[in-house]
C-alpha cells in the first residue's frame, strides 16, 4: 500500500499568519525557495499548562528527570493554526521535555515512511517544523515553514517516521491525518468497504503494524480524524473516521475532530474543507483537552511500550453498497469514443492541492487486448500536475480512439487526490490511462510529470 505526496507554487513569509494566508491565495503567490528558520525561542504562553492543571495530569504538570517526549504529524490541516496551537500546549507543561511537530501539505499516513512509491516523497504546497533542541521544557526551539514552491524548484522532503522515531524516542506519538481520503469520495459514489475502506486500510495499516513493531519507547497514540467538512457526505466523513478506527484500536486513541468543530467555519477555504482562526487554534487546545484527559486518567508511565501491543483484528464498517459492476483484467486495451466529460474545475476550488483528476466516460467501441464486458468505461484523466493544467484536448473530440487502461492499484498516490465526476454511474470502476500511473510527482520515475502531456490516446 501506498498514498499521495504534494506540490505547488511558493512564496516565504514568517510566522502564523502566513500558514493562513498560504491556504487560502497560495496559487497566486509569487515564487520563493529557501525555508525559514527561526531560532532561540522559548514558547509563548498558552491554554495548555492551565487545561492540564485543571485535569490534573501530574505527567505533564510537574517537572520530571525524563521528561516526556512528543511527536506530532499532520497534514495541511495542521498549518492553519491547529499544529501551533496543539505544539504550543505541550510546550507549555513542564513535564514535557521535547515537542518535534512536523506538518506536510497533501500527506497522508503512508507518504511519512519509506514505502514505494514515497520514499522520496515531496511536499509543494506547504512544510512546517517545530522542534525542541534540547531536553529542557521551554527551551531551544526551532522552527521552519516552506510555503508554496515555484516550479522547477526542489520540493520540501517529507520525513519519515523510521528516521523519527528512533532519533526522538517519542513518549507520545499525535498523527492528524485523515483529510487526503475525501477525494475516494462524492455524493454520487457508493461507499463500500472493498473499494474507499480498503484504500484507507491500505494507507493506515502499515503504520500501525511499523509502530508495534519498531516504537519501542512509544507508550501513547492519539490518532485525530478529520474535523467537519463540507466538501464529501457526512456518512462519507463518518465511514473515514470508522475506518480508521478499526485499524488503530488496541493500539492508540481516535480522536474524532468533528465534536469540536462545526461547519461553515469563519475563515474557511473555497474547498469547505481547510480553516483558519480562532476556530483552528480552539481546534487544538480540544484536541490537547482530550488527550491531557487521558493522560490523567491513564498515565503513561503505567502504559506499555507498543512493541508489546498488537492491533485488534479490524472489523470494516459497513458500507452503503456491496456488489460491483463486471471488472476488467488488470491491463486492457480498448477502442472507445468519448460520450460525456466532466468540466475541468479552477485551481482555486481544490487549492493548496497540485495535482486533480477529472472522469470521463466512453462508449466501448471494441476490446483489442484483455477482458472487459461493459458497454461503457470511465477513465480519470489528470487535470492538473503540479497546479499546470494537462492538455486533454485529443479525449474531448468525439472520435475513436485507442487507449491501454488499468485499475489503478490502492497503493497508487493517485488514490488519495481530489476529483471531480459527473458522469459516471456510482456503480460504475474507475480506470486510468497506463501511461498517467507514472505521472504523479511522487513517482521517482518521474522526475518532470508536469512538463509531460498525456500522449496515449490515437
Request: hydrophobic letters at 35%; proline letters at 7%.
Amino acid at each position: 500500500m501506498t498514498a499521495k505526496p504534494i506540490k505547488l507554487q511558493s512564496h516565504i513569509f514568517t510566522g502564523f499568519c502566513v500558514l493562513l494566508f498560504f491556504i487560502f491565495t497560495a496559487i497566486h503567490q509569487p515564487a520563493f525557495g529557501s525555508p525559514k528558520r527561526q531560532k532561540n525561542e522559548t514558547a509563548p504562553p498558552t491554554k495548555g499548562l492551565t487545561v492540564a492543571h485543571e485535569l490534573n495530569a501530574k505527567e505533564l504538570t510537574e517537572n520530571s528527570p525524563n521528561g516526556l517526549r512528543v511527536m506530532i504529524l499532520c497534514d495541511s490541516m495542521g498549518m492553519s493554526g491547529f499544529a501551533e496551537q496543539l505544539d504550543s500546549c505541550f510546550r507549555s507543561c513542564p513535564g514535557v521535555a521535547s515537542v518535534h511537530t512536523f506538518a506536510a501539505c497533501g500527506s497522508n499516513p503512508l507518504t511519512w515512511m519509506k514505502i514505494s512509491p514515497y520514499t522520496n516523497a515531496t511536499t509543494r504546497c506547504g512544510y512546517l517544523r517545530i522542534e525542541s533542541k534540547s531536553q529542557q521544557s521551554g527551551s531551544l526551539v526551532e522552527r521552519e515553514f516552506r510555503g508554496m514552491i515555484k516550479r522547477g524548484a526542489k520540493g520540501q522532503r517529507v520525513p519519515k517516521i523510521e528516521d523519527l522515531i528512533p532519533s526522538i524516542k517519542p513518549d507520545i506519538l499525535i498523527v492528524q491525518n485523515g483529510n487526503n481520503f475525501f477525494g475516494n469520495f462524492n455524493s454520487r459514489r457508493a461507499i463500500r468497504n472493498d473499494v474507499q475502506g480498503k484504500v484507507i486500510r491500505g494507507h493506515v495499516s502499515p503504520m500501525i503494524k511499523w509502530l508495534t513493531a519498531n516504537a519501542q519507547n512509544t507508550r501513547k497514540l492519539y490518532w485525530v480524524t478529520p474535523p467537519q467538512a463540507g466538501n464529501i457526505p457526512t456518512e462519507a466523513q463518518q465511514f473515514i473516521h470508522d475506518t480508521i478506527q478499526s485499524e488503530v484500536q488496541g493500539i492508540g486513541t481516535v480522536i474524532d475532530s468533528r465534536q469540536f468543530t462545526s461547519f461553515p467555519y469563519s475563515s474557511q477555504a473555497r474547498d469547505k474543507m481547510h480553516f483558519s482562526g480562532k476556530e483552528a487554534t480552539d481546534w487544538g487546545t480540544a484536541i490537547f483537552r482530550t488527550i491531557a484527559g487521558d493522560i490523567a486518567n491513564k498515565p503513561i508511565t503505567s502504559s506499555p511500550a507498543f512493541t508489546n501491543l498488537r492491533p485488534v483484528e479490524p472489523k470494516p464498517p459497513q458500507s452503503t453498497e456491496s456488489s460491483n459492476t463486471a471488472k476488467a483484467s488488470s491491463q486492457i486495451t480498448l477502442r472507445v469514443k468519448l460520450k460525456k466529460s466532466t468540466a475541468v474545475p479552477q485551481p482555486e476550488s481544490f487549492a493548496p492541492y497540485g495535482e486533480f483528476l477529472i472522469t470521463n466516460l466512453y462508449s466501448v467501441v471494441r476490446v483489442l487486448n484483455g477482458e472487459y464486458q461493459d458497454k461503457e468505461i470511465a477513465i480519470m484523466h489528470p487535470a492538473y500536475i503540479q497546479h499546470h493544467k494537462q492538455n486533454l484536448s485529443r479525449f474531448k473530440n468525439k472520435r475513436n480512439i485507442t487507449v491501454n487502461v488499468t485499475e489503478p492499484p490502492d497503493d497508487s498516490p493517485w488514490i488519495t487526490v481530489n476529483r471531480a465526476d459527473t458522469v459516471a454511474s456510482p456503480e460504475f470502476s474507475l480506470y486510468m490511462l497506463e501511461e498517467d500511473l507514472m505521472r504523479h510527482p511522487a513517482n521517482a520515475a518521474c522526475p518532470d510529470c508536469d512538463n509531460q502531456q498525456t500522449t496515449s490516446g490515437r
